[in-house]
T-cell receptor, first 116, second 109 residues
Framework: DAGITQSPRHKVTETGTPVTLRCHQTENHRYMYWYRQDPGHGLRLIHYSYGVKDTDKGEVSDGYSVSRSKTEDFLLTLESATSSQTSVYFC???????????????FGPGTRLTVL | KNEVEQSPQNLTAQEGEFITINCSYSVGISALHWLQQHPGGGIVSLFMLSSGKKKHGRLIATINIQEKHSSLHITASHPRDSAVYICAVTGGGADGLTFGKGTHLIIQP
């Protein structure tokens, strides 16, 4: 295992409420990613981080924001959740440790979010 | 934007059969990944390829960079191989992955 945890693992919330999902790694990889997985669409990139405080948008970033204040944590925030954001969210890490490099990605266990 | 196509979308086979899943992409890449996801489960990286061929146990992955095509083969398939197999590509560096929609494989005893 690459030492990635996500919290919470399951969440049900109401439309319009803010939600924050957390990804935590113990591997010190440089890059971190948030993806969502939906039937008919597969997995899609929401946002990614290439270092502390360095983030960029992915394919489906509208309605989401991210923050990375330290290497091990990458937060995904839905400022005002909508039903279209009901999905399974996966965090991933890549890049290798300092002095090494790998493009291999290691995935967290996922968070199932339901917005009513 | 890279377009990643997988075929077939669904595949049911008998135990012991040789399985092939195909993946094609539209734009040059730095690496192609094959991932496995069991029902209700997490995502596991099987292979990462930049060229040629890799083998792990009964699984073999090949890539043809010129033709922008990769194949995943499973020899002597087993019911525990039943899962969704996902192809994904990356341009390298911090780039995220662009995924195919997956192939749902069922191996019947």
């Amino acid at each position: 295992d690459a030492g990635i945890t996500q919290s919470p693992r399951h969440k049900v919330t109401e439309t319009g409420t803010p939600v924050t999902l957390r990804c935590h790694q113990t591997e010190n990889h440089r890059y971190m990613y948030w993806y969502r997985q939906d039937p008919g669409h597969g997995l899609r990139l929401i946002h990614y981080s290439y270092g502390v405080k360095d983030t960029d948008k992915g394919e489906v970033s509208d309605g989401y924001s991210v923050s990375r204040s330290k290497t091990e944590d990458f937060l995904l925030t839905l400022e005002s959740a909508t039903s279209s954001q009901t999905s399974v969210y996966f965090c991933a890490i890549s890049g290798g440790l300092a002095g090494t490099y790998t493009m291999e990605q290691f995935f967290g266990p996922g968070t199932r979010l339901t917005v009513l | 934007k890279n377009e990643v196509e997988q075929s077939p979308q669904n595949l049911t086979a008998q135990e012991g059969e040789f399985i092939t899943i195909n993946c094609s992409y539209s734009v040059g890449i730095s690496a192609l990944h094959w991932l496995q996801q069991h029902p209700g489960g997490g995502i596991v990286s099987l292979f990462m390829l930049s060229s040629g061929k890799k083998k792990h146990g009964r699984l073999i992955a090949t890539i043809n960079i010129q033709e922008k095509h990769s194949s995943l083969h499973i020899t002597a398939s087993h019911p525990r191989d039943s899962a969704v197999y996902i192809c994904a590509v990356t341009g390298g560096g911090a780039d995220g992955l662009t995924f195919g929609k997956g192939t749902h494989l069922i191996i019947q005893p």
